[in-house]
């Protein structure tokens, strides 16, 4: 199986300022198609996952564009910029590359 | 709107079997796939398994020997049956549209 593993595993951030969130995938996530396949996902205090973005870089419809995805075949980051009150919550990758699909162990926002 | 919604007994005996029924609107299950995903309490995601649109089914194979998916079309209802449950099935699943729109989820205890 792909194993995921983000880091850190919790953050505190400051309203306003930036956050990045780091996900490492045992193998390679980029297809022979060209589409790498790391999602990324929040998790709010007592709610469903939410997309956040899509096959690395694209993002999910009606997410702010303070979001961003980045990365290359193993390595990707998840930026937040200007950190509001909503994003509180735990973020997961993902990987949809292969069967079994999996996802990292979770990153959690506070704010300070 | 696309909407899931997952139902089930919220409470199953060891060695018992589960089952879970998604109820979908705003879309076609002969257009769109559906994955199964769980979660332990407090802890993070398990992709399941999945069929897709075409009806098919994946699994993930440490689950497999004890997991079905199915459908109804007419109905709009993705069916999750799993059997032998054990303690460490607690938690709560999740059904969602091609891993982007989820359902709220519903939580299922296993105990005597």
């Known amino acids: 199986d792909i194993v995921m593993t983000q880091a850190p595993l919790s953050v505190s951030v400051t309203p306003g300022e930036s956050a990045s969130i780091s996900c490492r995938s045992s193998k390679s996530l980029l297809h022979s198609n060209g589409i790498t396949y790391v999602y990324w996902y929040l998790q709010k205090p007592g709610k469903s996952p939410q997309l956040l973005i899509y096959r690395m870089s694209n993002l999910a419809s009606g997410v702010p564009d303070r979001f961003s995805g980045s990365g290359s075949e193993t390595d990707f980051t998840l930026k937040i910029s200007r950190v509001e009150a909503e994003d509180v919550g735990i973020y997961y990758c993902?990987?949809?590359?292969?069967?079994?699909?999996?996802f990292g162990a979770g990153t959690k926002l506070e704010l300070k | 709107q696309v909407q899931l919604k997952e139902s089930g007994p919220g409470l199953v005996q060891p060695s018992q079997t589960l089952s879970l029924t998604c109820t979908v609107s705003g879309f076609s299950l002969t257009s769109y796939n559906v994955h199964w995903v769980r979660q332990p309490p407090g802890k993070g995601l398990e992709w399941m398994g999945v069929?897709?649109?075409?009806?098919?089914?994946d699994y993930n194979s440490a689950l497999k020997p004890r997991l079905s998916i199915s459908r109804d079309t007419s109905k709009s209802q993705v069916f999750l049956t799993m059997n032998s449950l054990q303690t460490e099935d607690t938690g709560i699943y999740y059904c969602?549209?091609?891993?982007?729109?989820w359902g709220q989820g519903t939580l299922v205890t296993v105990s005597s």
């Open positions: 069929i897709w649109s075409g009806g098919n089914t």
């Open positions: 969602n549209r091609n891993l982007g729109y």
């Open positions: 993902g990987q949809l590359l292969e069967n079994p699909y999996t």
